[in-house]
């Protein structure tokens, strides 16, 4: 099992650049996948990035690729997700989740953070 949590958000001007971070407790960071959705309100839970075990394999999904970037630190049990280049349509509650593979599905992720929001004005 494993606990997540994220912090990082807040609110910026489009254009603006975060990072936002997911500590992970427990000693089996490195044996999950790890991942980043968002969602909005009214919206359903969207996915962002995900990232595979080691970190050798990303992806993303058209809406933030060239934008943000997705990385982990399995010796600190972190992960990140940086976001430059923010749109308002960036807005949303950001969720960190783990799971055994790397998925665009959030029914693929066991686990999941609290989430921390993100504001991008325009």
């Known amino acids: 099992q494993v606990q997540l949590v994220e912090s990082g958000g807040g609110t910026v001007q489009a254009g603006d650049s975060l990072r936002l971070s997911c500590a992970a407790s427990?000693?089996?960071?490195?044996?999950?996948?790890m991942a980043w959705f968002r969602q909005a309100p009214g919206n359903e839970r969207e996915f962002v990035s995900t990232?595979?075990?080691?970190?050798?394999?990303?992806y993303y999904a058209d809406s933030v690729k060239g934008r943000f970037t997705i990385s982990r630190d399995n010796a600190k049990n972190t992960l990140f997700l940086q976001l430059n280049s923010l749109k308002p349509e960036d807005t949303a509650v950001y969720y960190c989740?783990?799971?055994?593979?790397?998925?665009?599905?959030?029914?693929?992720?066991?686990?999941w953070g609290q989430g921390t929001q993100v504001t991008v004005s325009s």
């Open positions: 427990g000693r089996t960071f490195s044996s999950y996948a």
């Open positions: 990232i595979s075990r080691t970190g050798a394999s990303t």
């Open positions: 989740a783990a799971g055994h593979l790397v998925a665009r599905e959030f029914k693929a992720y066991d686990y």
